[in-house]
T-cell receptor, first 115, second 115 residues
Framework: EAEVAQSPRYKITEKSQAVAFWCDPI?????LYWYRQILGQGPELLVQ????????DSQLPKDRFSAERLKGVDSTLKIQPAELGDSAMYLC?????????????FGSGTRLTVV | AQSVTQLGSHVSVSEGALVLLRCNYS??????LFWYVQYPNQGLQLLLK??????LVKGINGFEAEFKKSETSFHLTKPSAHMSDAAEYFC?????????????FGPGTSLSVIP
């Protein structure tokens, strides 16, 4: 069964350092999503890509977060500088074009701890 | 705009008892509705989805949910709880039209199964 790959699984970083997460969606899925899930809460959308273009980044804290998907395949989410409040699970998901509303396939996530 | 509320952040049931997790939604367009399950330090797995076909939807692991438009509800049920059902459950909604294809998640319900 096709999977969304994410790495690393776990990351511990110090406050004010830079950190990056990687996601490889299911082959052929043009739409890619990054979600942040704070412990005890539901996932919140940070950014949505259609191919290499950002469709929605309204909830992305742009002063410290950036996301790219240069070739329209894999994607990187970066935080610089990291803050204590950024500790969360970062989830990547992908869907077929125009079928995001039929449900996503999620990766296993990256658990970030900022100390 | 779409939103989801889940009544009860924690639900405990005895093994073999009925599982009922409540979800109510709000949507400005006809909705698509989803239930996802999340095990500790894992991504989200799609249990079932309603996409305007049959109102009673059957999913994996013996779960089912019924879409009730008049009540704006999409409650999740399972006739007999198993220990392996202990997890976090998220109800989610998206719109059935292309511009509303973001999936919005509820806050989640933690299910405990008592032996």
């Amino acid at each position: 069964e096709a999977e969304v790959a994410q790495s690393p699984r776990y990351k511990i970083t110090e406050k004010s350092q830079a950190v990056a997460f990687w996601c490889d969606p299911i082959s052929g899925h043009a739409t890619l999503y990054w979600y942040r899930q704070i412990l005890g809460q539901g996932p919140e959308l940070l950014v949505q890509f259609q191919d290499e273009s950002v469709v929605d980044d309204s909830q992305l804290p742009k002063d410290r977060f950036s996301a790219e998907r240069l070739k329209g395949v894999d994607s990187t989410l970066k935080i610089q500088p990291a803050e204590l409040g950024d500790s969360a699970m970062y989830l990547c998901a992908s869907s077929n074009p125009g079928q995001g509303n039929y449900g996503y396939t999620f990766g296993s996530g990256t658990r970030l701890t900022v100390v | 705009a779409q939103s989801v509320t889940q009544l009860g952040s924690h639900v405990s049931v005895s093994e073999g008892a009925l599982v009922l997790l409540r979800c109510n939604y709000s949507s400005s367009v006809p909705p698509y509705l989803f239930w996802y399950v999340q095990y500790p330090n894992q991504g989200l797995q799609l249990l079932l989805k309603y996409t305007s076909a049959a109102t009673l939807v059957k999913g994996i692991n013996g779960f089912e949910a019924e879409f009730k438009k008049s009540e704006t509800s999409f409650h999740l049920t399972k006739p007999s709880a198993h220990m392996s059902d202990a997890a976090e459950y998220f109800c989610a909604v998206s719109g059935s039209r292309a511009l509303y294809d973001k999936v919005i998640f509820g806050p989640g319900t933690s299910l405990s199964v008592i032996p």
